[in-house]
Each structure stands twice: as structure tokens, then as C-alpha cells.
């Protein structure tokens, strides 16, 4: 686990939980504090199979990143990406294509100390520290232009980051901001959770109370993100659904569809 012996000094809160810390908390990660452990046990009384989520939005990144790799799409943008783990964006992108450009967006700082560290000897990998929600600072940064050419076909990824916008955050128009920015032939990449129970929504009421986001949006809501592209089937659905390898339990679990998922082409 980190220690607090100069998290200060980097400009990390460990007062408060943070997202990417959370988040690494359910995937066993080693980046985090009390502060965000104490968080996610408050969000296993309400949903205890929440680590398992953690694994299924993982595993919906491989496949959709191998999806992308695999219609010809070598630049991809990883919004609010976390800290790094296993199977990262640009691990599994590379091991399709050599050639794949990956660019990690995150505003917490463990994720650019974490990040460089990790990416030291990959010239075709970027870390921004930047807020997602300043689209024409992630734009225009140097790192973002000097990997990503915005004349050929990019994809978007939003992997379980937009359900940490409120709504007055107006995160269908970031969505539209990013996918105005790249050229047809392009993809959109949304994992969200999803309203589908009665423990999602205690669930919101945990995350919104404890960390001060979390909306857990419908699936007509999810879906509606898609709005204008062409969204690929089998549209937006809970993640082991989404193309999967193997064979799907036939009644999913309550974890099992506290997220959904999808991913549309732009023409």
C-alpha cells in the first residue's frame, strides 16, 4: 500500500478518497490510501460483488481495445484512464499493433507520477495530467499532438469515468467535443454505471454521499451518448454481454449489470 510519507509534497489528498485510487483499490492495486479502502468497504455493503465489477470493466477494455485494434484503429485516447495496472490500453493495443499510439488522461497526480514511470521506455505512450473536462487543453497539449494525428481515425475511450460527471457537468457535450475533434472512421468507447437495480441506486446514494460523484444513469441515458454515430451491436449492454469470449450466465448477478457498456463508429 502507498505510505504518507510525501504524498503531500506531490500535491496528493490523501484526506479524501479519489477516483483512481478507488479504483485501484478494487482491481488490488497497491497505489492507494486508508482513505479510499475505507470508501470502497462502504461500497461493499451495498453491492458486495463491487471488486468483481472492477474486473468486468477491465476485461470489457481489453476486448474493446482488441475490437478497435482489430478494425484498423492504431491512436487511442484514454480519458480518465487510472492508475496503471495490468492489461493496460497500451499493452493491449501494442501487442495487436507495434505501431498503436496510446495517450492516458487523468487529473490525479499518483496516475502522471505512476505513468511516467511506467511509460519511461515507450515513446509511443503519453501521460497528460489534465481534467477531461477541458477539451481544448487535452487537445492542444503538446504530448497529445505529437502522437495523435487527428487526420486519421482515433478512438475515443470514456472506460467507467462519465458517471463521475454530474449532470450539470453537461457530459454529452464533452462526449460531442472529443468526437467533433476526430475524423469519420473514428469510434466512441463508453463503459457507465448503470441504474438497473435497487442496489445500484443505494449504491449512487454511497458514492455521491462518500466521494461527491457517481451517477448512475439509466440505459436510455448511457445510450443516448451515442447519439449521431453508429452505435455496433450488440449496442449498450451490461459489460459480460459486450462481445464476449465465452459463454454468459444466462440471469446476470447484480454486479454483473451495475455497469453497462458500448461502442459506436462515426462515419
Not at 478494487?26 to 472492477?54: C, H, M, Q, S, T
Not at 468486468?56 to 476486448?63: M, V
Not at 459480460?240 to 462515419?267: E, F, N, S
Amino acid at each position: 500500500m502507498a505510505d504518507n510519507r510525501s504524498e503531500r509534497n506531490a500535491g496528493i489528498d490523501t484526506t479524501r478518497p479519489s477516483i483512481a485510487r478507488a479504483y485501484d483499490v478494487v482491481l488490488n492495486g497497491k497505489d492507494n490510501f486508508e482513505v479510499d479502502r475505507a470508501f470502497v468497504a462502504e461500497i461493499v455493503k451495498v453491492v458486495p460483488e463491487i471488486y468483481d465489477v472492477a474486473a468486468y470493466n477491465r476485461q470489457i477494455l481489453g476486448r474493446g481495445v482488441r475490437f478497435l485494434s482489430g478494425q484498423g484503429i492504431t491512436q487511442f485516447v484514454d480519458l480518465g484512464s487510472g492508475l496503471p495496472t495490468e492489461e493496460n490500453t497500451h499493452q493491449v493495443a501494442q501487442r495487436a499493433n507495434p505501431e498503436s499510439r496510446v495517450v492516458y488522461v487523468d487529473n490525479d497526480p499518483m496516475v502522471l507520477a505512476h505513468g511516467r514511470a511506467l511509460l519511461a521506455e515507450n515513446d509511443r505512450t503519453a501521460v497528460i495530467t489534465s481534467d477531461l473536462r477541458d477539451t481544448e487543453a487535452i487537445l492542444s497539449d503538446p504530448a497529445f499532438k505529437n502522437l495523435i494525428d487527428l487526420g486519421r481515425p482515433v478512438a475515443v475511450m470514456l472506460v467507467g469515468i462519465l458517471h463521475h460527471l454530474h449532470d450539470d457537468e453537461d457530459p454529452r457535450a464533452i462526449v460531442e467535443a472529443y468526437m467533433a475533434a476526430v475524423p469519420p472512421g473514428s469510434y466512441l468507447f463508453i463503459t457507465h454505471f448503470c441504474a438497473s437495480t435497487q442496489e445500484s441506486r443505494d449504491a449512487e446514494r454511497k458514492y455521491l454521499a462518500l466521494l461527491g460523484t457517481g451517477r448512475f444513469r439509466t440505459p436510455e441515458e448511457i445510450t443516448a451518448f451515442f447519439d449521431g454515430f453508429e452505435l455496433l451491436d450488440p449496442g449498450v449492454v451490461p459489460l459480460p454481454l459486450w462481445r464476449p469470449d465465452g459463454p454468459v450466465p444466462r440471469k446476470l448477478t447484480v454486479g454483473q449489470q451495475l455497469m453497462y457498456g458500448g461502442i459506436a463508429y462515426k462515419r
